[in-house]
């Protein structure tokens, strides 16, 4: 969705970072196979977190296969073979993706309106292959909810980053035993609200510009102070988010990727986003 979930590939060991690639080209193949193929076009680093972490929390087991595919025909690359977390984070990803779209749609005006219009057949073909109906409930209820802020124009971020956080919390948790699901909501709710803030910080020039809802626009002068508010708030969650990462017990190499994600990626994110605030302020006028 967002695509800010990621690795910092210079800090993991090799045999770690292909478990990673191969992951991602795993739920790749599964997206298409378990959904739909127009569902592998909507990927995102995200819900490769999402399916690394499932994985972890389930001890799930991993198995790969080398194959040939569309983005590579003549070399063949190392995947992760079709599994429960596999499968499950191929949905969620296609049922968010529809959610997320359909609210676009709704937000949106002129060219970009009828553009993301085009894609929401597929996305709701899609979504209807996904058989997560509480979570189907859970997420409209949690992005109307989201809707409901942006409308009364809250100038609080914390507001709409709690609510978003609660969304991927629910993905984090759905469908495992009470102890697994409670770490993984927490993870996920970490990372949800992560996300709302980078993105909110990462869109505060194109919003200004267009008049979109964003409340550091709204309540900052700035991009460079948003940054500044935001920098205490972006750690707080990942080192919550890391703290509840240390309770699962796991594969020590999926562990690591997890962690690298969560310690370093992140982090890294973060970084070149407030480095965008800084290279805006030292703009003449």
């Not at 079709?82 to 990803?93: D, F, R, V």
């Not at 359909?102 to 085009?118: L, M, N, Q, Y």
């Not at 929401?120 to 209820?141: H, M, N, Q, W």
Request: contains cysteine; glycine residues 8%.
């Amino acid at each position: 969705m967002f695509g800010y979930v990621k690795p910092e590939p210079s800090e993991l060991k090799v045999k770690e970072y292909n478990t990673y690639k191969a992951f991602y080209c795993g739920l790749c193949r599964c997206s298409g196979k378990c959904v739909s193929c127009a569902s592998r076009f909507f990927l995102s680093y995200d819900f490769v977190f999402l399916a690394l972490l499932r994985c972890a929390l389930t001890n799930e087991k991993i198995s790969f296969d080398t194959k040939r595919c569309m983005a590579h025909p003549f070399k063949k690359k190392p995947f992760v073979k079709e599994n429960e977390q596999l499968i499950y984070s191929a949905k969620a990803s296609a049922l968010l993706t529809y959610h997320k779209v359909r609210d676009d749609i709704a937000d949106e005006k002129g060219i970009k309106k009828v553009g993301k219009s085009i894609f929401l057949p597929y996305v709701k073909r899609a979504c209807k292959k996904t058989e997560l109906g509480e979570l189907d409930a859970a997420t409209a209820e949690y992005l109307s909810e989201l809707s409901s802020v942006e409308q009364k124009l809250s100038p609080y971020a914390d507001e709409g980053a709690e609510i978003f956080g609660k969304l991927l919390g629910e993905y984090g948790g759905y469908a495992l035993c009470e102890s697994n699901a409670r770490i993984g909501r927490e993870i996920c709710f970490r990372v949800g609200k992560w996300i709302y803030f980078t993105d909110a910080l990462d869109d505060f020039d194109r919003d200004k510009k267009s008049g979109g809802y964003n409340p550091l626009v709204l309540s900052c002068k700035n991009r460079e102070e948003a940054a500044q508010i935001l920098h205490a708030s972006l750690s707080k969650e990942l080192s919550y988010a890391g703290a509840a990462l240390g309770l699962i017990d796991c594969d020590k190499g999926i562990y690591n990727i997890l962690d690298n994600i969560i310690s370093k990626g992140m982090p890294t994110v973060t970084e070149k986003i407030g480095k965008k605030a800084e290279k805006n302020n030292e703009r003449p006028v």
